[in-house]
């Protein structure tokens, strides 16, 4: 090619380069980028399912934060693309609360502001050395998870939900890193894949200078499929037991009704369960999801009986009746009920003469076909919160009386359950080597609650499978599918497989590499039959946790301790902030 026809060419790919970088940081580019991450990302994640779109999600927001001036810009800038993505993902929170949603979002929305003002601050995403490409996707990388980790984690519990690692699920050979780094590792894959990506863009797609960057995130590729499949190609189960789960489908209101009365929810359930047992006959373990049943320990009955008021009376009778079925269905059957129901203890009558229980629990009954109901129980420990009670009781009173103004409840009572003991992680015994945990409701996004359920003692796992119990009936569309795949890394991570009973669905079963079958719809009423197989192998997860996220948190807060560093040095001298 002649000279003049070269340098004529180098300059026109300059001008277009000059008027992409200007169309990147006008206003509209960085609006239009942000859009096409968060539908990407959108798309990714469950019902829709289209994990390959996750791949790249991250890339148009990683070219907006380098594209802006400042890290105070691409935190402001991220934020606006993290309240997008939530919204465009839990928007269904609206149906309980409006305000909630709201100040939520702007909440999440943090956490991306944090992750923007790090790698913009700490010049992650700049031109640079080959060698210091291939760090800057590991940084990056560890910056995104470590992030995802500390929502996860805080305020108020953390709220686990729309992980990277989440849209995974379909493909399973890449999550089954999760027995030893949780699902913060595959996010960490996921990330840097993004990172190298959008470094060889930012690069002018010069492939000299993007190798590097490539080599890392192929030899992460590498590493976690080959290691996924495996593990998938491992024969490490035993046949368990047969468990039958009920799916009611009554909706849920925001104060607690169900939209049908005790009895009707309770004749649904047996007769339910009756034709589940006529059609399988060797089932072991029937499964009643979350808050189904009123209170069923005596003392609630036995309070209300000593009001000697005719309705009370009534009342009482009524869950001591539903007691004695459940214990006779147990015996004449032969077969374990595990029930969700509500306890309640120490009642008061407050000042507008309203009866209310001071102790009262989102709880899991235990009948067996020997004893009826067990002594055994297990009480919610980590509750929901603004859910199941409202945070600054104590702790900020202004801030707490501001919550329950915006909620459906009138009384504070309305607002508070008890949580039940740290410690107490109530392990059932359907039989020696058929032994369960049964997270209730969101305890099963908690990762680290169901990693101590499971921690091994003697160097055999507390319990062999996952029962949990949940009533979605508050939410709408999008949040079942999500909960399910959110709920499937509990198995990868402690290679156990799960039986899921929910209200409105998705009830069903995942086996402990994360398959998930013999579903049930959301929105359908019905049961399903399926014999867990049950794995013998003892995870490094159950027994070391969150140290892969951890020590991404601490990479995150070692950059932006820099950034920071960067910033104040930059004050006297410009040259060092930019």
């Given at each position: 090619m002649p000279r003049l026809l070269r340098d004529r060419t180098k300059a026109e790919d300059a001008a277009v380069s000059v008027e992409r970088r200007k169309l990147v940081e006008t206003f509209w580019g960085k609006v239009a980028l942000l859009f096409v991450a968060l539908l990407l990302f959108t798309l990714a994640f469950a019902p829709i399912k289209q994990f390959y779109l996750a791949w790249i999600a991250l890339v148009?927001?990683?070219?907006?934060?380098?594209?802006?001036?400042?890290?105070?810009?691409?935190?402001?800038?991220?934020?606006?693309?993290?309240?997008?993505?939530?919204?465009?993902?839990?928007?269904?929170?609206?149906?309980?609360?409006?305000?909630?949603?709201?100040?939520?979002?702007?909440?999440?929305?943090?956490?991306?502001?944090?992750?923007?003002?790090?790698?913009?601050?700490?010049?992650?995403?700049?031109?640079?050395?080959?060698?210091?490409?291939?760090?800057?996707?590991?940084?990056?990388?560890?910056?995104?998870?470590?992030?995802?980790?500390?929502?996860?984690?805080?305020?108020?519990?953390?709220?686990?939900?729309?992980?990277?690692?989440?849209?995974?699920?379909?493909?399973?050979?890449?999550?089954?890193?999760?027995?030893?780094?949780?699902?913060?590792?595959?996010?960490?894959?996921?990330a840097a894949v993004n990172a190298a990506i959008a470094l060889h863009l930012l690069n002018r797609r010069k492939v000299k200078s993007s190798l590097p960057a490539f080599a890392v995130a192929g030899a992460l590729t590498v590493f976690v499929v080959g290691y996924g499949l495996f593990r998938l190609l491992q024969q490490t189960t035993s046949p368990g037991p047969t468990v039958l789960v009920v799916q009611p489908n009554y909706p849920q209101s925001n104060d607690g009704r169900k939209g049908a009365s005790d009895q009707e929810i309770l004749d649904f359930h047996l007769r339910m369960t009756m034709r589940g047992l006529r059609s399988h006959a060797d089932v072991d373990l029937v499964i009643w999801s979350e808050t189904m049943m009123p209170p069923l320990n005596p003392d609630a009955a036995a309070y209300w009986e000593s009001l000697q008021m005719p309705q009370a009376d009534k009342m009482a009778r009524q869950w001591l009746e539903t007691d004695r079925q459940l214990a006779a269905l147990s015996r004449r059957k032969n077969v374990s009920l595990l029930i969700g129901g509500r306890y309640e203890a120490n009642h008061k009558i407050t000042a507008d003469d309203f009866i209310v229980a001071e102790d009262e629990r989102n709880s899991a009954y235990w009948y067996t076909p020997t004893g009826g109901r067990s002594a055994q129980r297990y009480d919610k420990i980590h509750l929901v919160p603004f859910g199941e009670y409202l945070p600054f009781r104590s702790g900020f009173p202004p801030l707490y009386r501001l919550f329950l103004s915006l909620s459906p409840y009138k009384r504070a009572e309305d607002f508070t359950l008890t949580p039940g003991d740290a410690d107490a992680m109530t392990v059932f015994e359907l039989k020696p080597g058929w032994r369960f945990v049964t997270p209730i409701c969101f305890e099963d996004i908690d990762a680290n609650l169901v990693r101590k359920m499971f921690q091994p003692v003697d160097g055999r796992k507390r319990a062999?499978?996952?029962?949990?119990?949940?009533?979605?009936?508050?939410?709408?569309?999008?949040?079942?599918?999500?909960?399910?795949?959110?709920?499937?890394?509990?198995?990868?991570?402690?290679?156990?497989?799960?039986?899921?009973?929910?209200?409105?669905?998705?009830?069903?079963?995942?086996?402990?590499?994360?398959?998930?079958?013999?579903?049930?719809?959301?929105?359908?009423?019905?049961?399903?039959?399926?014999?867990?197989?049950?794995?013998?192998?003892?995870?490094?997860?159950?027994?070391?946790g969150d140290i892969f996220a951890m020590a991404c948190a601490a990479v995150a807060a070692g950059l932006a301790i820099i950034s920071l560093g960067r910033w104040w040095l930059g004050r006297s001298n410009p040259a060092v902030a930019h």
């Open positions: 148009p927001w990683l070219i907006v934060v380098r594209h802006c001036r400042t890290p105070i810009t691409a935190a402001l800038w991220s934020w606006i693309g993290g309240v997008g993505f939530f919204i465009a993902n839990m928007w269904w929170l609206v149906f309980v609360t409006g305000p909630g949603m709201i100040a939520l979002m702007a909440l999440l929305g943090l956490y991306w502001a944090a992750a923007g003002a790090i790698i913009r601050g700490s010049r992650l995403l700049e031109a640079q050395t080959p060698a210091k490409s291939a760090l800057a996707v590991l940084a990056i990388a560890a910056v995104w998870t470590g992030l995802e980790w500390f929502r996860g984690t805080w305020p108020l519990g953390g709220l686990a939900w729309l992980y990277w690692g989440h849209t995974q699920s379909p493909l399973l050979a890449v999550c089954q890193i999760a027995d030893f780094a949780g699902v913060f590792g595959i996010s960490f894959w996921g062999d499978f996952i029962v949990n119990l949940t009533n979605d009936g508050w939410f709408e569309f999008n949040e079942m599918p999500q909960h399910l795949q959110a709920a499937t890394f509990r198995s990868i991570e402690n290679r156990v497989p799960t039986a899921r009973s929910v209200n409105t669905g998705i009830s069903g079963f995942i086996d402990s590499n994360g398959r998930q079958h013999d579903l049930l719809g959301a929105g359908v009423e019905g049961t399903s039959v399926a014999t867990l197989s049950l794995d013998s192998r003892v995870t490094i997860y159950s027994r070391v």
